[in-house]
């Protein structure tokens, strides 16, 4: 397909997701809203409050994916920011320690590499969650030259890099892929578990 039939493509696309999961998104948060205000006490107003902010954090991630479909280059440098917010979620979650290291200088970037690494990392940190009994995360976005790296190690109990497949580390290898980046994972059994994603910007 011509550069410019794809560009009108991903443009259509993003206008659908737009009108279709954004606003449901959007519904479902204001109803939410509604009904904090009238539910009782806990614990079912913490349920609500936490209900409403999953699909809040669920809008901003769609519209980032629509960011994304569209064409041309960030104008601002939020993916650190994006980052130290699905940390925070994933802690409020999981009531794991958790610390965020940004080194180098945060810098504007093609919204598919913006999205892919938060992907990573939200990929990376669910794995966590699920699979390591960790007592401790460290997460580090280090921006370099010409490459922007992640890196997610934990204390837990690791697993066979053979078995990745099995722990949701496929789809970020393949999304990190598509832009000539690398997915490293340097785990065994017994061992902590380090998911390394550098990925080279790209032009608008």
């Keep these: 397909m011509p550069r410019s039939g794809m560009a009108e493509e991903r443009a ?17 948060v204001t109803q939410l809203e509604t009904v904090a205000e009238l539910a009782p006490a806990e ?10 902010q999953l699909a809040r954090t669920s809008l901003v991630e769609v519209r980032r994916s629509i960011d994304a479909l569209r064409p041309g280059p960030l104008r601002d440098a939020r993916l650190s920011e ?9 802690q409020a979650q ?10 180098g200088t945060p810098q ?52 066979d890099p053979g078995e990745a497949s099995g ?9 990190v892929r598509l832009l000539s980046g690398t997915v490293e994972v340097e785990s065994a059994p017994g061992a902590a578990v380090s998911v390394a994603v550098p990925l080279i910007e790209v032009d608008a």
Excluded: C, K
């Design 12 to 28: 259509r696309i993003a206008r659908e997701v737009h009108d279709t999961v954004a606003q449901g998104l959007a519904g479902i």
């Design 43 to 52: 614990p079912v107003r913490g349920h609500i409050d936490t209900a409403r």
């Design 82 to 90: 994006a980052v130290e917010h699905a940390v925070r979620t994933w």
């Design 94 to 103: 999981y009531a794991t320690p958790v610390t965020v290291t940004v080194t």
């Design 108 to 159: 504007p970037m093609h919204p598919e590499v913006e999205v892919t690494v938060l992907r990573a990392a939200q990929e990376a940190l669910s794995n966590v969650g699920r699979h390591a009994r960790a007592r401790r995360v460290d997460v580090t976005l280090s921006y370099m030259e010409d490459v922007v790296v992640l890196d997610v190690r934990d204390d837990g109990t690791g697993f």
């Design 167 to 175: 722990f949701g580390l496929t789809a970020p290898r393949q999304r």
